[in-house]
């Protein structure tokens, strides 16, 4: 009777409960409207736009995350499925057990709340995923970017009326708002999966990293730097040849930060279809790298494919000449900057948060300035790179290696430049990440291999299928919940 007391203390709910909804609800609603705010501020600062009207977009912005079928909110309710409602779950059953005097064959306690634990996380996240999911505006703007119709009665989905009277269907409902989310739980649920196997195998005395430790340090090394060049190499092949596999926001991003003629984007795509071919005089395409070379006051013969084979690197150059040496440093340098102007206002807020909390020292302001300048190194390195691999591939290195004359291993032009260049470019800039410290690059890689997984799958298919999605998404939840709330944190990348 004496334990009583202290069970019923166990199972009382206390507000302190509630403090990890709350955090992952605040964290979700920051991650959401932060960015939107920083876009807002060039519309608030325009002269030209009313009082009225930039209170009305601000309170839009504000309150636009505030819904139940939001990101914010899903956070929250997985988080509480985790922590408050095993407690909740566990209370009843206690209960239970009590009035049908089950005490004695309970079994394992531990066992027995993980497992709890593992249903209600389980449930939440398949709740949490419906509410993200219900959203017919989505599904309107997409059918419509799709060129599909989402209703029975609108005219795109009624034939016209034919002899046999077959009754029409309308197509079906389309899903994939919520894949770029599904892609990340699931690869971070197979980081904590492989990190929790690698352990276990390294324990065994037969494993040959247990005898070898070297060869242990090396693969954990290399892993990383290997995952996020492969994932790199998807997402820049994707945006070359294959843009509609990624976000927008993402394409864009990459638009800017690679500064590219749209019209080199243009001839590539036609050489890789075999529409714009050297020696061919097609009038309907040679005129693309020929306009160039005008804006860059050069010769047009430098970009007609009928007379210039290859067409010369200088096109490629923007004007910084024929080397593409040079080319190279003044791309780092371009990109470095933009890498400034990113990550330097990061790091600068982070700073002014540390020093609400506690007096900043020289030693931290050095150690942010460094971070933000080591992350716009990675940056240009990266562009820099892939712009060189392209030059280093298709007129330097490529044709001493594969002449055209060889007779066993020939490369001639149309190939490099119908995409090989590009595949060589974006297998070399995943290199970039050894710039990086070995800390973050197991975090950078977990950061792009989403995306790069995205590129290879169908962003919309039929909502039928939805199911599949919504059971991954929430084993994924599962996983990586179970590794932190067990106490084993340090599986999970960027857990703390």
């Known amino acids: 009777m004496s334990t009583c007391p202290q069970r019923r203390a166990h199972r009382k709910i206390h507000l302190s409960h509630f403090k990890p909804i709350i955090r992952a609800y605040a964290l979700g609603y920051l991650s959401v409207t932060g960015p939107k705010l920083f876009a807002l501020l060039r519309v608030l600062t325009r ?26 909110a899903s956070c929250a309710i997985i988080v509480g499925g985790a922590t408050l409602l095993p407690r909740i779950a566990g209370s009843i059953l206690s209960s239970l057990r009590r009035t049908l005097n089950l005490n004695g064959t309970y079994g394992r306690p531990d066992l027995h709340t993980r497992s709890i634990r593992i249903v209600c996380t389980f449930l939440s996240a398949l709740l949490a995923f419906t509410l993200l999911n219900h959203d017919d505006s989505w599904s309107r703007k997409r059918a419509s970017s799709q060129g599909l119709s989402q209703s029975p009665e609108s005219p795109e989905s009624l034939d016209p009326p034919n002899q046999h009277h077959l009754p029409t269907q309308p197509p079906p409902r389309l899903a994939g708002k919520t894949i770029d989310f599904t892609l990340f739980t699931t690869t971070r649920a197979l980081s904590v999966l492989v990190i929790t196997l690698w352990t276990r195998t390294q324990s065994s005395r037969y494993h040959p990293t247990h005898t070898n430790p070297q060869f242990a340090k090396f693969l954990t090394q290399a892993v990383d730097p290997a995952i996020f060049s492969l ?14 596999r990624l976000p927008r926001s993402y394409n864009h991003w990459i638009h800017q930060a690679a500064n590219i003629d749209p019209r080199f984007l243009q001839a590539l795509r036609l050489a890789r279809s075999g529409v714009w071919q050297y020696g061919v005089n097609n009038s309907t395409t040679n ?14 013969s430098y970009g007609d ?25 003044w791309r780092f340098w371009r990109a470095f900057l933009l890498g ?9 807020a982070l700073l002014l948060r540390l020093g609400v909390l506690r007096p900043l020292r020289p030693r931290t302001l050095l150690f942010s300035l460094s971070s933000a300048a080591r992350s716009s190194a990675f940056l240009g390195t990266f562009i820099s790179s892939f712009y060189y691999g392209v030059c280093l591939s298709r007129t330097r290195l490529g044709p001493l290696l594969f002449p055209p004359t060889n007779k066993y291993m020939a490369i001639s032009p149309q190939t490099w430049d119908a995409g090989l260049c590009i595949l060589v470019a974006c297998l070399l800039c995943g290199s970039s990440i050894l ?11 977990l950061f792009v291999a989403p995306r790069a997984l995205a590129t290879l799958l169908p962003r919309v298919y039929d909502g039928r299928k939805r199911w599949r999605e919504a059971v991954v998404f929430a084993g994924g939840v599962v996983v990586v919940l179970d590794a932190v ?5 340090r599986r999970v990348r960027g857990a703390g």
């Open 47 to 72: 002269k030209d736009t009313s009082i009225e009207a930039k209170a009305r977009l601000l309170l839009h912005t504000l309150r636009a995350s505030t819904q139940i079928n939001r990101f914010p």
């Open 231 to 244: 994932s790199a190499a998807l997402i820049m092949h994707a945006w070359f040849y294959h843009p509609h």
């Open 485 to 489: 709330l067990a106490g084993k944190g």
């Open 435 to 445: 710039v990086e410290p070995a800390a973050r690059r197991g975090e950078m890689a």
């Open 305 to 329: 494919p009928a007379l210039t084979m290859p067409v010369k690197c200088e096109l490629i150059h923007s004007g910084c000449g024929p080397s593409c040496e040079l080319h190279a440093l």
């Open 287 to 300: 005129h693309l790298l020929r306009g160039v070379a005008a804006d860059l006051h050069l010769p047009e």
């Open 340 to 348: 400034l102007k990113t990550y330097l206002p990061l790091q600068l």
